[in-house]
């Protein structure tokens, strides 16, 4: 299993390599964003962890390039910023998870493994997902709504994915953190109220037929009515 960290300051560098290494992992570092796109087009890695302020680009840009490059290799992001808007930016950048410092190893280890886990499960996919007018490739990652195509960020992508494979089943903001997002629920963050918005503007906005609704006090849940 082979990771890519991108982080220039070397006490943490040598903390987490060392951490990832005794636990089986097989780690290439660069210090700083440009080094980082190098080895990550080169390379063949499972998942790519950056810190977001590194010299040469940063984070959040390396992110954006290696999507934009068709890149769908896992990538969490370490910082020190933690708000609601943050978390937005990182995410739309196409990050996969967000941690943020300072953290303990151990939490950042459970992520490792999911992402890892996640992105081999993905590869290994070959169907395609459907619900009403819309069609999920999870091959290609495109979705289409009465043959229309909806561009959604990963994040978003994520989200309805576990929408539709959960359709009539009401899902609670909790559940959505820790299948979707994979961290625990933070009661004092919008975040997944702010990603339902934006997949339901997506997603629902320029159709008749509405999908996405809402169950006040409880959760959302994909279903026509």
Known sequence: MKLLLVEDE?????????????NGYEVDVAYDGLIGKQLARRGSYQLIISDIIIPGINGLELCRELRASGDQT???MLTALGTTDDLVTGFDAGADDYLAKPFEFKELLARVRALTKRGRSVAQTAQTIRFADLEINLDAKTVHRAGTKINLTAREFNLLLYLIRNQGRVVSKAEIAEQ???IDFDSGT?????YVNYLRKKIDKDFPVKLIHTQFGMGYVLKIE
């Open 10 to 22: 070397p006490k943490t560098v040598q903390s987490l390599k060392q951490g990832l290494e005794e």
């Open 74 to 76: 896992p990538i969490l």
């Open 180 to 182: 979707v997002w994979e």
């Open 190 to 194: 919008n975040v997944i109220e702010v």
